[in-house]
């Protein structure tokens, strides 16, 4: 496969052919050429290709429109690991932003889709965000001229600054598979998660069906077990993998022996069906393994009582549902000044309190002063962090009040049923807020996330939730025959996503069960954990 830089591969593509020529007699290094395209391919390369000595060997030119890596059903990263550096830290460049809009664009690409690209303007003051979705209608536009792009549905692409949701990136959460990426992928202990891989590693040799002592499983979607518990709260997972295991013994209850007189046959048909048991009661072993190790990361250390405390700021109530108001200046201070021998908080929990300090304070009217802030980091030891707090400024978020940023407010939160919600889960990602507004409310608010070229587009249309497609200059497209989804919502988060966010597309799409219903899409530049992310907010600008 060639990816995106085309002329340096065709080059070496040209030398090998070049040298088999010259040592024709002597034998060929390869017979033909077959040449796959993870983007659209340039028309002039195309051209040069067809006029140069390798022509004749070329059998197969294919476009593949693949430059992103697919995670799961309904989540895709395109592997930018300086993006979120570029974008916000003042490092973006045309050619960079050309490439990542060929990347988002190969996406719908494979989905599809051409929609017109939604923009978020509150708060925004990124001037990448523009060029970007004016880079993506321009390519949507050329795909669809090159019919490479021929469906003509009300699919939505939406295109996010991080601003617009400064919270969700860095808080605990403690649905399975964010909170085991969160506080396993850090320890350097026998069990421990590997967010790049998506695999994790833990010592089996207190488990009797598992062969090894260490033991390495996969966290894809092809498990249908790590399917069916990625999303749900811990509480509710310890349960589910343990009714899994009783349901399992009592099904192979026969393979275990069980005292009754059995003839060959039925022997047979149970050696036959062991192996099948054993991987299965291994792979639900390997959870019920992953799942403790949360539970114990959970449990030492301060994360049990930063988490309480990051729910009540982030929501800004306590778990009684009241207002905690000026509450939360009061709850900090333990965090920050351990009391009478009270938890050492880390500085990664030290940090997420700060900054939930920080936007607190700027909901409440009352913005930080830059002394004040001076203060809580001298007293919170975590200097070295101070730059993730003032760099928040580039996400678009004034947090000292001043007049470099259009302070516009962002649509209010969607208000949530709490009773039957975990104590430790009640904040909501701003994304599921957006996702729920156009698939379930369709009434996704035009004035803070308008399409970027809005001449284009149908008013009625919009009331309905759906949009008219981009219109190509060329030959107009076929219609989709025997369509089997409804309409798509592609989200792209510029920068990065979180394990909480990717839920959230999963979620909404399980709402839809008609055939013809919503499928959620979300993806971004990187998936990053809460203490990845921070990390990537310190050193902007490095």
């Not at 659209?40 to 051209?47: A, F, G, K, N, W």
């Not at 291994?282 to 449990?299: H, R, T, W």
């Not at 207002?323 to 940090?351: D, M, S, W």
């Not at 959230?504 to 979300?522: D, K, L, M, P």
Request: proline fraction near 4%; include cysteine.
């Amino acid at each position: 496969g060639i990816n995106a830089e085309y002329g340096e591969n065709i080059g070496y593509i040209k030398k090998d052919f070049g040298e088999m020529r010259a040592r024709e007699h002597s034998g060929r290094l390869y017979k033909a050429a077959h040449l796959f395209f993870t983007e659209i391919i340039p028309d002039d390369l195309l051209i040069d290709i067809a006029k140069s000595d390798i022509a004749p060997f070329v059998q197969t030119v294919k476009e593949l429109n693949l430059a992103f890596l697919p995670i799961e059903e309904r989540v895709f990263s395109l592997d930018n690991p300086t993006a979120y550096n570029d974008y916000y830290g003042g490092k973006m460049t045309e050619k960079k932003l050309e490439e990542i809009a060929e990347q988002l664009v190969t996406v719908c690409a494979t989905l599809d889709e051409s929609p017109c690209p939604k923009v978020r303007t509150c708060n925004s003051n990124l001037d990448c965000v523009k060029k970007l979705a004016t880079k993506v209608q321009a390519k949507l536009e050329k795909y669809k001229e090159a019919d490479i792009l021929t469906a003509n549905n009300k699919s939505q692409l939406i295109i996010l600054d991080r601003g617009f949701d400064p919270i969700s990136p860095f808080l605990h959460e403690l649905t399975f598979q964010a909170m085991a990426y969160d506080l396993l992928s850090a320890v350097s202990a026998s069990s421990k998660i590997d967010p790049v891989k998506n695999t994790y590693t833990f010592d089996s040799s207190k488990d009797s069906s598992l062969d090894d002592t260490k033991k390495e499983i996969i966290l894809d979607s092809s498990n249908e077990v790590w399917r069916e518990l990625r999303h749900l709260h811990i509480s509710t997972v310890l349960q589910k993998v343990n009714q899994k295991t009783k349901a399992l013994k009592e099904k192979h209850l026969s393979l275990r022996g069980n005292g009754v007189d059995k003839d060959m046959i039925d022997m047979k048909d149970m050696i036959n069906k062991m192996p099948k048991y054993k991987r299965e009661e291994a792979n639900l072993n390997s959870f019920i393994k992953l799942a403790e190790d949360c539970m114990a990361a959970y449990n030492s250390g301060t994360v049990e009582r930063a988490v309480k405390l990051e729910q009540d700021m982030s929501t800004g109530f306590d778990s009684t549902n009241k207002p905690i108001g000026e509450r939360f200046v009061k709850a900090c201070v333990p965090v920050f000044v351990p009391q009478n021998n009270g938890p050492l908080f880390t500085h990664y929990e030290k940090l997420r309190v700060l900054i939930l300090y920080v936007l607190n304070k700027k909901g409440l009217g009352k913005h930080l002063t830059k002394e004040t802030l001076l203060k809580l980091i001298e007293r919170a030891e975590i200097k070295k962090e101070e730059k993730a707090v003032n760099n928040m400024i580039d996400l678009g978020i004034d947090i000292f009040g001043t007049s470099e940023i259009q302070d516009r407010r962002d649509p209010p939160r969607k208000e949530r049923e709490t009773s039957g919600v975990f104590e430790t889960s009640r904040w909501t990602p701003v994304v599921m807020d957006i996702m729920e507004a156009v698939v379930h409310e369709r009434n996704l608010d035009t004035s803070h996330y308008p399409f970027f070229h809005a001449e284009s587009q149908n008013d009625g249309d919009m009331d309905m939730g759906g949009i008219t497609s981009l219109r190509g200059h060329g030959k107009k497209p076929q219609a989709m025959g025997g369509r089997a989804t409804g309409p798509k919502l592609i989200i792209f988060v510029m920068g990065s996503i979180s394990y909480s966010e990717m839920r959230c597309a999963h979620q909404v799409s399980q709402t839809q069960t008609t055939r013809n219903g919503w499928e959620v899409i979300i993806g971004s530049d990187n998936i990053l954990t809460p203490e990845r992310y921070l990390d990537n907010l310190i050193k902007l600008k490095d």
